[in-house]
């Protein structure tokens, strides 16, 4: 069983910056993709950014080229989410998620997600 759990949300101001982080815990990650995706209020899941086991071939949604990196530390456990020049419209709930071996933008191919972390960017 995999657990991950995201922190690092919160409330900024629009041009700001944050870094999410996603723990994670139990059965061993050797192999896993890990992704970050969103959800605004109102609207459907979106993909963020996976980053493959093998740290290679990072993939990012268009719209947010640029704007974010998605880094792992396989020692740790840990992915991360590093956005920069926030807007209002990446007020989200934001989730990591994990699946075997290649990374996917569909949120229906992860088996394990975390719980979830608020971003909420004011103008």
């Known amino acids: 069983q995999v657990r991950l759990v995201e922190s690092g949300g919160g409330l900024v101001q629009a041009g700001g910056s944050l870094t999410l982080s996603c723990a994670g815990s139990?059965?061993?990650?050797?192999?896993?993709?890990m992704a970050w995706f969103r959800q605004a209020p109102g609207k459907e899941r979106e993909f963020v950014a996976f980053?493959?086991?093998?740290?290679?071939?990072?993939y990012y949604a268009d719209s947010l080229k640029g704007r974010v990196t998605i880094s792992r530390d396989h020692a740790k456990n840990m992915a991360y989410l590093q956005m920069n020049s926030l807007q209002p419209e990446y007020t989200a709930v934001y989730y990591c998620?994990?699946?075997?071996?290649?990374?996917?933008?569909?949120?229906?191919?992860?088996?394990?997600w975390g719980q979830g972390t608020q971003v909420t960017v004011s103008s």
């Open positions: 998620a994990a699946r075997s071996w290649t990374g996917s933008t569909l949120d229906t191919d992860y088996k394990y």
């Open positions: 139990g059965d061993t990650f050797t192999g896993y993709a």
């Open positions: 980053i493959p086991w093998s740290l290679g071939d990072t």
